[in-house]
């Protein structure tokens, strides 16, 4: 009697748990194909209306405040209109915006939003009025002529960034930052934008192929060890002379004393 | 300088005489055509007194050999040429870059010839240690007195050998045609043309046209490898030469007096120890030019004068003429006469010159002040003469800040300061520092002596607290041994010049000014404890005559009778 009930019975005794199963995995996985297909979206599409809408309101919430709602600038911060995508990828993108507190120009920080959010608030300012792109990959592989960026970046950029890139002091504290473990991205941006105190260097004064070799240049140097030793900082003499005075003289008047202590 | 014996302590050591076999058969040999012995007898048995800074002499002796060595070696690469050239060698980022034949030949060194970087290296680091123990061992002989009769002229040639090594730095370091020698020629180029009326002419003389020209660099070069060296060669022998003759001085001590020379010989101590010290500061050397680049030239590439990198210094021995242009105010340039006056390059140039100058003649100033004509063989402690190492700290303070001056964009960087509170700062520290510095030391001196003839007259505190039979309390105070008293009470202590009327019953300008620099320098004396201060402080039954105990102290003391704490 029992037996024939449960043979009758159409339904498994798991069949229950077997539909949440189902159920679970198309929801989660339909849910993770769309949310999968709009992260895509942004990373190609940055002119797609949701990503600026994004952008809009990360830009409402974090920049708004001295920038203006619609770009227009306040007394704390510029207008942003005609910046472009490049110069937000720079700003936001090494930590220098949103401002910590104001001060001769703005420093590096931590980075504080993902390059999903970055992106976004870059695609809603580039959207409310045209500036310069983000750069092209292909001129970010550092597979230039490193002898013409190194005779350009002598020329353009040395006499504040230092001949090897070790920064430099501007007036009223401000300074030309180091430029080892940049992004070439965001050296490429800085050339185009000119961000803080640093001049423009648009595309009739540097063509995107100069700015690829001086990226070759900077990551050259950096990525090669001096053949001679130990840097000491790229800081030049001074730094040669603290060391020989220092480490070097210490050194031997150590050995001075030493020697004449054992004659005793 | 018959007066002076030298008693060495140590017994020197027998010299083999014959039966040396091949070493004594070739001795013998020499000294029968040369008579060498007698000078080898001379000079092995010639006294040096033991201290660790009377090496720092030697120590730029030796990085003066080391340079030379090295030198050499560079000479044979290097091209003194400004011959255009493209660059073809090994280092990828210069590849193709058109660039004067020295800044390829000295790239040459650095990536091509086996070695050659090192050698540049030790070259370059050993220049710095060279300069910087000169300015060391300067130091040494002001503070303590080393300087005065018979050693002014010797004091001197070594101001030369100092100058003489920064222009070799300086000729050195123009010399691989790069960015940043580059750069330094501007700056001297235009230290030149702020010369008022003979300026513009004496840079093109110089530079054979208008900077930078096609000849600077040979021209360097002859400076730097012959005229120099050879000049400088020539002082050091005189230097050394004159040290044998005065005798090395000594600090004060028990049997060491202005007649004698206690020490350990050349033979066998010397030689052996000397010899060493040269192998140990090549050593030193060698290691940092194995370790740390020093002018890595590929990074300022070949000279253009149209870059300026950020960060350009000199070396640091032409740091403080650098910090000096940079120090002076702007708004000093002005036409006048239909010439430009730059008073902005003149002031610093003079202020520098003055400072050099003042340097050089110390030793007939403080002669003439004191109107000391003995000799003077044993050192002062540099407390022992407040106002000589007052103004010594003042001068260094100074030179310090000027120094300071030349790195002030890198203090603006690494400690995010602005670089005109920088040189604002530093500006102030050059002016008011040497005053500071001045009262400071000169208390500090005085200070020190005072603590000196106390512990001379009373012992120091041991800190033993002993309860006497009576049941008081003294504190145990423990007395120096003879040894280490002498130490602390061996020192002159010189009056001011009273102004008296000279023979013909005149009170001449120069008399007053002497008086007035003679009560500057030895107004606040604090005088050695005499023998009849120690005796008693020291003798039985006499209570302590001397002042400068804390009343606390003395009413510890006084009921002891003066003779329970020896």
């Known amino acids: 009697m029992a037996r024939r009930s449960r043979k009758a019975n ?33 990373e190609t599409d940055t002119s797609s209306q949701q990503v600026i809408d994004e952008g809009e309101k990360l830009f409402a919430s974090n920049c708004a405040t001295c920038h203006g709602m619609s770009l227009q600038g306040t007394d704390d911060g510029p207008s942003l209109i005609g910046v472009g995508a490049a110069s937000v990828d720079f700003q936001v993108g090494t930590g220098r915006m949103p401002l910590a507190m104001q001060g001769p120009q703005a420093m590096q920080k931590p980075v504080q939003f993902t390059d999903e959010q970055t992106a976004a608030m870059a695609a809603y300012v580039a959207s409310i009025s045209p500036g310069p792109a983000v750069p092209d990959e292909s001129l970010l592989q550092a597979d230039g002529d490193a002898a013409n960026g190194g005779e350009l ?70 990525n090669n060890p001096s053949p001679g030793g130990f840097e000491l900082g790229n800081l030049g003499p001074v730094a040669e002379g603290l060391f020989a005075w220092i480490f070097g003289l210490g050194a031997i008047i150590g050995l001075m004393v030493w020697l004449t202590a054992k004659s005793n | 300088m018959t007066s002076i014996i030298e008693r060495p302590e140590a017994e020197a050591p027998a010299t083999p005489k014959k039966g040396g076999g091949i070493t004594g058969a070739a001795a013998n040999y020499l000294d029968e055509r040369t ?63 058109e660039m004067s034949a020295a800044m390829d030949s000295a790239l040459h060194i650095s990536f091509d010839v086996r070695g050659g970087l090192l050698v540049r290296q030790i070259h370059h680091w050993a220049a710095l240690l060279f300069i910087a123990s000169i300015g060391l061992h300067m130091l040494r002989v002001f503070f303590t007195g080393a300087f005065r009769k018979p050693r002014e002229l010797n004091w001197m040639i070594g101001f030369v050998l100092f ?3 920064m222009a070799e730095g300086f000729t050195g370091y123009s010399l691989p045609d790069d960015l940043l020698s580059g750069n330094g020629l501007r700056i001297i180029d235009g230290l030149i043309k702020g010369m008022p009326v003979i300026g513009t002419w004496t840079s093109f003389l110089l530079f054979g046209g208008e900077f930078p020209g096609t000849s600077i660099v040979g021209r360097l070069y002859t400076l730097h490898i012959l005229l120099l060296p050879a000049i400088l060669v020539a002082f050091l022998a005189l230097h050394l030469v004159f040290v044998v003759v005065h005798k090395h001085t000594q600090f004060a001590g028990p049997g060491r007096t202005e007649k004698n020379v206690i020490g350990y010989p050349i033979l066998p101590v010397y030689a052996a120890k000397a010899g060493g010290f040269f192998f140990l500061v090549f050593g030193v050397i060698a290691l940092m030019a194995s370790f740390f680049t020093i002018n890595p030239i590929w990074n300022y590439g070949p000279y253009d ?25 702007p708004g000093l340039e002005f036409v006048w006469l239909n010439h430009t006056w730059s008073f902005n390059i003149i002031i610093p140039v003079i202020a520098l010159v003055l400072l050099l100058l003042f340097v050089f003649i110390y030793p007939f100033v403080e002669g003439w002040v004191t109107g000391d004509k003995r000799e003077h063989h044993i050192l002062d402690r540099p407390r022992n003469a407040p106002t000589r190492t007052a103004i010594g700290a003042a001068g260094v303070t100074f030179y310090a800040a000027l120094w300071a001056a030349a790195s002030s964009d890198l203090m603006a960087t690494h400690f995010q300061l602005s670089i005109e509170g920088v040189i604002h700062v530093v500006q102030a520290w050059a002016v008011l520092g040497p005053f500071i510095a001045y009262f400071i030391t000169k208390r500090v001196c005085i200070g020190l002596m005072k603590k000196d003839r106390e512990i001379v007259l009373h012992g120091y505190e041991s800190g033993r607290i002993v309860r006497l039979p009576g049941g008081e309390y003294i504190e145990v105070h423990e007395q120096l041994d003879d040894y280490e008293r002498w130490k602390l009470v061996d020192y002159e202590s010189f009056e001011p010049i009273m102004l008296r009327p000279n023979s013909r019953g005149k009170i001449t300008p120069t008399m007053r000014l002497r008086s007035a620099m003679s009560n500057w320098f030895f107004e606040d004396r604090i005088a050695p404890a005499s023998r009849t201060e120690l005796e008693a402080a020291h003798g039985h039954g006499h209570a302590d005559a001397v002042t400068s105990g804390t009343p606390a102290r003395g009413q510890l003391e006084d009921p002891t009778g003066g003779n329970t704490h020896h």
Request: glycine fraction near 10%; include cysteine; proline fraction near 6%.
């Open chain 2, 163 to 165: 100058v003489l090594a």
């Open chain 1, 153 to 222: 970046f002598r020329i353009n950029c040395a006499m504040c960034h230092n001949v090897a890139g070790a920064g430099g002091a501007l007036t009223e504290g401000k300074y030309a930052p180091e430029l080892t473990g940049v992004l070439a991205s965001h050296i490429y941006e800085a050339m185009l934008t000119g961000p803080q105190n640093m001049p423009v260097f648009n595309d009739d004064n540097l063509t995107p192929e100069d700015k690829r070799d001086i990226i070759t240049y900077l990551k050259y140097v950096e």
């Open chain 1, 10 to 42: 159409r339904r498994h005794p798991l069949a229950t748990v077997l539909l949440i199963a189902i159920g679970l995995v198309v929801t989660g996985g339909g849910y993770a194909a769309f949310s999968s297909t709009t992260a895509a979206t942004a």
């Open chain 2, 35 to 97: 008579s060498i012995s007698a000078v080898v007898k001379e000079f092995g048995r010639k006294i040096f007194p033991d201290h660790w800074s009377f090496m720092l002499g030697e120590v730029a002796l030796y990085s003066f050999v080391v340079i030379i060595l090295s030198g050499t070696f560079l000479t044979f690469f290097f091209q003194a040429s400004m011959v255009e050239t493209h660059y073809e060698g090994a280092f990828v980022p210069l590849k193709g870059v």
């Open chain 2, 305 to 329: 004068p149209s870059p300026v990198s950020a960060g350009t210094q000199p070396d640091w021995y032409i740091g403080f003429a650098d910090g000096a242009l940079r120090l002076i105010p």
